[in-house]
């Protein structure tokens, strides 16, 4: 095969968007795809990861991880198959994990730490699980609810977002774990899904009602842990049902995320003094030397049929801008996975 | 001696304030003493604590305490000597501390648990220590610090309030445990103190220059444990400045408490996500058990004379509103005591 004959079509950060993202915030194009020299790998993009953290990858200042810079291709994990190799890390015909960024080819060091790439088994799962539940919003849902969130059998479990890809995980997870398990979600379809598929014991409609209520009625005994992703009204909401010693695991704010005013602060912080109560930030790399425990687990209870994951898988590179607008107003149901090849 | 010709001169909760306290809040009255029956003491007061905290208790609604009810003698913890007993636990001439009311004599059952009385010792400590490093401010600030803020020798501890009853012995705490201690203050004055007094290796003052600024030139590798008395813009700035894994202890926020607006979130709360920091609520209640610890190990410091304290003393129980609102505008040079006796 000669590699001068494939071309790459990509997304690249054209400018840095205000608020929502614009179609003219990226700029696509194709490009050849060059040769590989010793130490590298050429991967074809199966499936892209798309997720609400993108969005902040796109601002400039300092987070956990830099900024995608303007001209740049457009960070995003995913899952590809390693069609040509001169390094012995991986053979052609190995699917493989990492940052692949939103375009149909990646060409580098096979051992480059920015993409962090490692095998996956296409055979033990379908690919896609390995961006949700056994990829970084699993990661993240497992470690942050259990070793931020702490919570023990009996005790109640919010989580918003609930039928996304993080708030899937979290709720099963805590169900495991002896818990009540209460969603928040936008819509019927998804709260019936995490209540009546993944065993949540309640999901409160946001769209429909009232969380405030919802809480009340779904939580008789208070809140002793919420795992946050949304930020905002729901929020604070939830701040004036929590328990004592309450823990809130601040995973993110998905409502926040397109401001184009400053981030509206939790008002109700002051309940976290009143109630003795914790709020607590969550960045899944910290527990990167422990993944292989959280896939285990999980990996198990979907073995058992205890633990199942939904997946929404929008078909191609070209659909990237509309499809990562759906996070944002609720147009995803599941994890959200862009299928390139 | 009779009873009956005692007066007890006293300031009840007239109507539920809204923003600052007006003095049509208050109803000052004079009411005869009472005789005691069995079990009871008659309590002369000699000092009251005045406290941020006391402006939360008018407020109507749920929270670590009840609220003082309309008509009721605004509470107030204090120090008093027993003038009669009829009570076991105390004898006449006891010095006492425990929630006496901002009234200039207290009757009532010796056991009684919301007043809380346990003898203190006038000769070990001027007695208004035992409402500052002594009391629960100074309790508050040595188990706030301690066992929510964790800090650890060679980290940068931050405080707000640097000058108030809570903060000057949040930072010669901090100092003690070989902590880098940076206050934050009003005033040259102030500042001067608790540099030069107390010990802490700098002080920013709020009101003459940039919170942001002063926190680079002053906490040069970030800020480790940031003790909160004022919410606000301070919290807000100094959350754009913590490191990772940063505690921030919530412990007031006396910017917010006369608020006639919602009270203002700290919008830079995702500063906790990108730092894993904690942001948690304290409140001294909870390790009533172990003030004894506290008070033996800062009782130890002061013997040495490398552990101080500052009172603003304030005479008679008649300026009781005009002191009280002195907290709120920055007046008081110290842990602010109303001398009643």
Same mark, same amino acid.
């Given at each position: 095969?000669?590699? $001068?004959?494939?071309?790459?079509?990509?997304? /690249?950060?054209?400018?840095?968007?205000?608020?929502?993202?614009?179609?003219?915030?990226?700029?696509?194009? =194709?490009?050849?795809? /060059?040769?590989? =020299?010793?130490?590298?790998?050429?991967?074809?993009?199966? &499936?892209?990861?798309?997720?609400?953290?993108? /969005?902040? *990858?796109?601002?400039?200042?300092?987070?956990?991880?830099?900024?995608?810079?303007?001209?740049?291709?457009?960070?995003?994990?995913?899952?590809?198959?390693?069609?040509?190799?001169?390094? #012995?890390?991986?053979?052609?015909?190995?699917?493989?994990?990492?940052?692949?960024?939103?375009? =149909?080819? *990646?060409?580098? @060091?096979?051992?480059?730490?920015?993409?962090?790439?490692?095998?996956?088994?296409?055979? @033990?799962?379908?690919? #896609?699980?390995?961006?949700?539940?056994?990829?970084?919003?699993?990661?993240?849902?497992?470690?942050? !609810?259990?070793?931020?969130?702490? #919570?023990?059998?009996?005790?109640?479990?919010?989580?918003?977002?609930? $039928?996304?890809?993080?708030?899937?995980?979290? %709720?099963?997870?805590?169900?495991?774990?002896?818990?009540?398990?209460?969603?928040?979600?936008?819509?019927?379809?998804?709260?019936?899904?995490?209540?009546? +598929?993944?065993?949540?014991?309640?999901?409160?409609? &946001?769209?429909?009602?009232?969380?405030?209520?919802?809480?009340?009625?779904?939580?008789?005994?208070?809140?002793?842990? &919420?795992?946050?992703?949304?930020?905002?009204?729901? !929020?604070?909401?939830?701040?004036? /049902?929590?328990?004592?010693?309450?823990?809130?695991?601040?995973?993110? @704010?998905?409502?926040?995320?397109?401001?184009?005013?400053?981030?509206?602060?939790?008002?109700? &912080?002051?309940?976290?003094?009143?109630?003795?109560?914790?709020? +607590?930030?969550?960045?899944?790399?910290?527990?990167?030397?422990?993944?292989?425990?959280?896939?285990?687990?999980?990996? %198990? *209870?979907?073995? +058992?049929?205890?633990?199942?994951?939904?997946?929404?898988?929008?078909?191609?590179?070209?659909?990237?801008?509309? $499809?990562?607008?759906?996070?944002?107003?609720?147009?995803?149901?599941?994890?959200?996975?862009?299928?390139?090849?």
């Amino acid at each position: 095969m000669s590699l $001068a004959t494939l071309s790459n079509p990509q997304f /690249r950060l054209a400018a840095r968007p205000f608020g929502l993202v614009k179609p003219s915030d990226w700029a696509y194009s =194709t490009e050849p795809v /060059r040769e590989i =020299t010793d130490g590298e790998i050429l991967v074809k993009v199966l &499936y892209l990861s798309l997720d609400p953290a993108m /969005r902040g *990858w796109m601002n400039e200042g300092k987070s956990y991880i830099r900024p995608v810079a303007i001209g740049e291709v457009m960070r995003a994990g995913g899952i590809g198959e390693v069609i040509a190799s001169k390094s #012995p890390k991986f053979a052609v015909g190995d699917t493989i994990s990492g940052s692949l960024g939103v375009q =149909t080819y *990646w060409v580098g @060091a096979a051992d480059d730490k920015t993409a962090g790439f490692y095998k996956v088994d296409g055979h @033990a799962a379908p690919l #896609p699980k390995y961006l949700n539940a056994l990829g970084m919003p699993g990661m993240t849902a497992y470690f942050g !609810l259990l070793e931020v969130g702490q #919570p023990k059998a009996g005790e109640t479990v919010v989580v918003s977002g609930a $039928a996304g890809a993080v708030g899937q995980t979290v %709720g099963q997870v805590a169900k495991h774990k002896g818990c009540r398990v209460v969603g928040i979600a936008g819509g019927k379809e998804k709260c019936d899904f995490v209540v009546n +598929e993944l065993g949540f014991d309640a999901c409160i409609d &946001y769209k429909t009602g009232s969380v405030k209520e919802g809480l009340k009625q779904h939580c008789p005994n208070g809140v002793d842990v &919420y795992f946050d992703n949304v930020g905002g009204e729901i !929020l604070d909401t939830v701040l004036t /049902r929590i328990n004592m010693k309450a823990r809130i695991v601040i995973c993110g @704010a998905i409502s926040q995320y397109n401001n184009t005013t400053p981030v509206k602060g939790p008002a109700n &912080y002051l309940s976290l003094l009143v109630n003795r109560a914790r709020m +607590e930030g969550i960045v899944v790399f910290d527990y990167a030397d422990r993944y292989h425990k959280g896939v285990a687990e999980m990996a %198990g *209870w979907m073995r +058992e049929g205890t633990f199942k994951t939904r997946e929404d898988i929008v078909q191609g590179l070209e659909k990237f801008p509309q $499809a990562l607008q759906m996070l944002f107003d609720g147009g995803n149901f599941g994890k959200l996975v862009l299928q390139v090849a």
